[in-house]
């Protein structure tokens, strides 16, 4: 048994990692068995039309897949908002991550930058929706902008505690060997400091992922949350559920994307630990 099995099964007991994983998969399973009839009951309960049941649901759900609703498929409105999510978080992501390294690296930035971002972080994105509108219509950017504003704070943050995390020892090594300020961000510091940006990340992806829908509910023109609207607005309840069971979908699945993208960019550092 490797020492990383060995360590999981001293947590779960005489478990190991591949009956952990499944114990897991059984209660995630019963979890959602529980939701399902907990839902089915509250359907059943209320004024009739109030709450659909998951089967009346799940009946929408495949025909907004196969026939366009306020112009376009399920589908096609998942990929609008995801288009819109993709390039505000992207940008969010790369600005973040080069905002946190300089704050975290050189003090007169973060003495020069830090009371302004500090001001603006507290604003909430959704109050830069009419703004956002006003500037560029409600259109792609006007949407991706709000997912920029609601995905950039954590990515700043998360980056700067991992770049205060770097040990003292590292940077003193590089500088005895003649490394430069840039060469010991990009080569020791920026390393050093993956797992912490990916948590900025992580906070960011459903940051920004809710940000969105929240926009595209106000002043959208096509996608999930537009979507949403529409349903209210035909009196058609089992769209908007069914737009709200896409939107989970949807953020679950970006949601575990990056976050197996992170664990095996970290990989390298629990090994480093358990080999030390």
Not at 18 to 47: D, E, G, H, M, Y
Not at 260 to 272: A, D, I, Q, V
Request: with cysteine; charged share 10%; glycine share 8%.
């Amino acid at each position: 048994m490797t020492a990383p099995e060995a360590a999981t099964v001293a947590r779960t007991g005489s478990l190991t990692p591949a009956r952990a994983t499944a114990r897991n998969a059984q209660w995630a399973a019963a979890s959602v068995a529980l939701f399902v009839a907990l839902w089915w009951l509250a359907s059943a309960w209320t004024t009739e039309g109030l709450v659909p049941n998951p089967w009346e649901v799940a009946q929408t759900f495949w025909e907004l897949c196969t026939t366009p609703f306020a112009e376009l498929t399920l589908p096609g409105h998942v990929l609008s908002s995801l288009s819109r999510w993709g390039v505000g978080f992207a940008w969010a992501a790369v600005l973040g991550v080069l905002l946190g390294l300089s704050l975290g690296a050189f003090a007169t930035v973060r003495a020069a930058v830090t009371p302004i971002f500090e001001f603006l972080r507290y604003i909430p994105p959704f109050a830069w929706i009419p703004l956002a509108v006003l500037w560029l219509g409600a259109a792609q950017s006007s949407a991706a902008l709000i997912v920029f504003i609601a995905a950039f704070p954590p990515v700043v943050i998360s980056t700067q505690v991992g770049v205060a995390g770097v040990d003292p020892a590292l940077l003193r090594a590089a500088r005895s060997l003649g490394a430069g300020r840039l060469r010991t961000i990009t080569q020791i510091v920026a390393p050093v400091s993956v797992p912490e940006i990916f948590t900025g990340i992580r906070i960011a992806v459903s940051n920004g992922w809710m940000a969105l829908i929240a926009a595209e509910l106000i002043s959208g023109t096509e996608g999930v949350g537009f979507l949403i609207i529409q349903g209210q607005e035909s009196n058609n309840v089992t769209i908007v559920m069914a737009g709200m069971v896409a939107i989970g979908i949807t953020g679950a699945v970006v949601t575990g994307a990056v976050n197996l993208l992170g664990t095996r960019l970290t990989r390298w550092r629990k090994t480093s630990e358990t080999a030390n």
